[in-house]
């Protein structure tokens, strides 16, 4: 079934990407909007549902890059398009508890290798095939993984400075 | 800037037309209105978004009182500024009656939800929070046309919902999300609850049950006249366990 639902995860889909992403590995969200971390809490609209559907919700392999690589490819470009951004800090989800977001039995949540030449690490979370079968896939629906995907994020212990997050990989 | 009235109609997008329809909609005969809080609570985010408006076009100045609308503006923005007034009058009378909590009766009360003591000021705390977001995040989705579209829709949505909601809530958590959506939030200690808006007169919801979010059981129309009864119910609880 997971095979189905995903099937951009079974083989490499960057050349520049170190392979598949593995169960095991860390995932890392860095977080860029203050508003969306409030009282302990990681909002659901810290993930757009648009980026899901067309999956290019970008996310970092935290075991393929290092905390500085992690600052030069994601944090600072994104603050130079956009200087009401602030980095509030790196949110970690193991893959597996990602892709352990189900609904009715099915796998909602793909993570997805998308290395770039110059940042091998980049993945991509989208929604799953199965999510798209239009009886399936109802508003509610979405809003579900959408909140999920967030409560699996905003787990203890919450933003972590760039090098405090990297650090507990080491 | 210099603007006909017609090319700013042609910019006038549609959520900015049903402003103008609710502000013609408060200023009905007090027995057609529909109930004083919910009018009360609407019409702030109402005002935060026609100040939005006339600031857009350049015809007033961000903190600018209305007052100062130039003799020379568009007429539309002429009608708009004397509408925030009669809005802004009604809000200072309302606000004269409640200047205590009182106890509200709601029409079709489904659960204990629509009848309960009524903190005014908590009751407005959403809307407050919404027309501050209009202000913050409107500018963070700036950048994105699509996004802007989905969110000038969606706060509009946000208010229809927020409108039918007749009761004392713990304070919802309220924000956007890069594509433009408006995602409210109540968290509790035994339970969240998320309901989000693309602006299309609908929204999605989900609960909190046993550590995991689950879809919302009805699908959530804003045309409909009650929310839907498991997130009323839902509220409901999270409210009395507060």
């Known amino acids: 079934m997971s095979a189905c639902a995903c099937p951009k995860e079974c083989s490499q889909q960057q050349r520049h990407s170190p392979g598949v992403v593995k169960a095991e590995e860390p995932i890392v969200y860095v977080l860029l909007q203050p508003d969306h971390w409030a009282g302990g809490q990681l909002t659901a609209a810290a993930f757009a549902k648009s980026q899901l559907s067309r999956g290019t919700l970008s996310v970092c392999r935290g075991a393929h890059c290092t905390a500085e690589e992690a600052r030069a490819s994601i944090v600072q470009p994104q603050l130079e398009r956009d200087d009401r951004r602030v980095l509030v800090g790196a949110l970690r989800a193991r893959c597996s508890d990602i892709r352990d977001i189900k609904l009715e039995a099915h796998r909602a949540v793909c993570v997805i290798d998308d290395g770039q030449a110059n940042f091998p690490a980049h993945a991509v979370l989208a929604y799953s095939e199965v999510t798209k079968q239009e009886k399936f896939w109802e508003r509610n629906q979405r809003s579900a993984v959408r909140a999920e995907l967030a409560r699996v994020f905003g787990l203890q212990p919450g933003p972590l400075s760039l090098k405090d997050c990297w650090d507990h990989f080491a | 800037m210099n603007l006909s009235t017609r090319s700013i109609r042609d910019q006038i997008t549609q959520p900015a037309r049903e402003e103008l329809a609710f502000i013609e909609e408060l200023r009905r005969p007090a027995s057609q209105t529909p109930p004083v809080l919910d009018t009360d609570a609407t019409a702030l985010l109402y005002i935060a978004a026609h100040r939005l408006a006339c600031s857009r076009f350049g015809v007033l100045g961000k903190g600018d009182p209305l007052e100062s609308l130039p003799s020379s503006a568009p007429t539309y923005f002429v009608g708009l500024a004397r509408g925030i007034r009669v809005v802004s009058k009604a809000l200072q009378q309302t606000r004269d009656r409640l200047s205590e909590p009182v106890t509200g009766v709601y029409p079709q009360p489904s659960s204990r939800v629509a009848v309960m003591q ?20 409107g500018r963070a989705v700036a950048n994105d046309p699509e996004a802007k579209r989905r969110f000038n829709a969606a706060k509009f949505d946000a208010a229809k919902f927020f409108a039918k909601l007749s009761a004392k809530l713990p304070k919802p ?5 890069e594509d433009g959506e408006v995602v409210v939030e109540w968290i509790g200690h035994n339970g969240r609850a998320v309901v989000d808006f693309e602006g299309d007169d609908h929204f999605g919801y989900a609960l909190l049950r046993n550590g995991r979010f689950i879809a919302g059981q009805h699908a959530g129309d804003l045309q409909a006249p009650m929310l839907p009864p498991d997130l009323l119910q839902y509220l409901d609880e999270l409210t009395t366990a507060e």
Not at chain 2, 131 to 137: C, D, F, G, P
Not at chain 2, 173 to 177: E, K, M, N
């Open chain 2, 118 to 137: 009524v903190d005014t000021a908590g009751r407005n705390e959403p809307l407050r929070r919404l027309a501050q977001i209009l202000e913050t995040s």
């Open chain 2, 173 to 177: 958590r309220i924000s956007v999300a």
